[in-house]
């Protein structure tokens, strides 16, 4: 159907009417860690442990049933089943309770994790875990954000490894950009206050589209914002790209071309301060830093 959203092979189509039929009463619109395994649907805890390796309840989301509507009038909506998002020390994975049976639907790796990808637009949140054989989606309510924020910086750090060097000659996180009146902080790309950063580009103009790239320890960080016309938020995309599943890169057209995990990336650049700086960042790291002896 013309204008039809995209949907995972777990969601369902519907009426809009159907929904309330199907999502508990005063059911929480969002994801939370379990307080205990109680709080967990039967049959994830053992299916997850088994999946993902060793892991706390920390590292476990209830991402609790939603429905979005669309098309004519919204008289049609896709409506998403209890799902839990966990990660371990040997996989990210999300066990889905739908048909035919509740189970695991989709298991990333965190050695073959290319790219994390966490978007943000008004009410609205989306994660997206791209790997070598699979990706993993998860839409939710921006009302999450802090505690999809807290999953996904473990996430990062089982996928990023043991930290490597920072580059040499780049400025740091607490100069102040042009055109604003704050320094830029490690909170603008949503990593933690000690991770020892870079900088390889600087927002733009306030008021205008952001092209923020930094190098940490353990990652190449992107975050891509504009504002929209709707003034109640702002479209923000933070990709993250562990160092070490970098084998190759380049500059093209303005976008950094990246092979990471096996996974070709094709990442849009506005800014070109910051593609030139990517590509002087990618030719240091490549050469000097982050070769095993293995070619790209």
Avoid at 33 to 51: E, F, I, K, M, S
Wanted: glycine share 10%; aromatic share 4%; charged share 25%.
């Amino acid at each position: 159907m013309r204008g039809e959203p995209s949907m995972e092979e777990w969601e369902q189509t519907l009426s809009a009417d159907l929904p309330h039929h199907l999502i508990p009463a005063r059911q929480l619109r969002w994801m939370r860690p379990p307080p205990d395994v109680n709080w967990l649907p039967d049959g994830a805890q053992v299916a997850l442990a088994g999946g993902i390796g060793r892991h706390g309840l920390e590292e476990l989301l209830v991402v609790p049933p939603s429905a979005r509507t669309y098309g004519w009038q919204r008289q049609r909506c896709i409506f998403t089943p209890t799902c839990v998002l966990g990660v371990g020390e040997r996989a990210a994975a999300l066990w889905v309770r739908a048909l035919p049976v509740p189970g695991i639907r989709v298991l990333v790796p965190v050695s073959e994790i290319a790219a994390i990808t966490w978007q943000t637009n008004g009410q609205r949140g989306q994660l997206l875990i791209t790997g070598r054989t699979g990706r993993l989606p998860v839409r939710y309510d921006a009302a999450s954000d802090v505690s999809m924020g807290a999953w996904i910086r473990r996430l990062r750090r089982h996928a990023a490894g043991d930290p490597a060097p920072v580059p040499a000659g780049y400025p740091c996180t607490r100069d102040v950009a042009r055109g604003s009146r704050r320094p830029v902080e490690p909170a603008d790309l949503k990593l933690d206050s000690d991770d020892e950063v870079v900088m390889a580009g600087r927002p733009r103009r306030a008021g205008r589209g952001t092209c923020l790239l930094a190098v940490t320890s353990r990652e190449l960080v992107i975050l891509r914002s504009v504002r929209p016309a709707n003034p109640r938020g702002r479209l923000a995309d933070t990709l993250y790209v562990p160092r070490r599943a970098i084998t190759d890169g380049s500059i093209q057209s303005g976008s950094l071309l990246l092979r990471s995990a096996g996974v070709d990336l094709r990442i849009g650049l506005s800014s070109r301060k910051a593609a030139g700086a990517a590509s002087a960042w990618l030719e240091q790291v490549l050469n000097d830093h982050d070769r095993t002896g293995t070619s790209p």
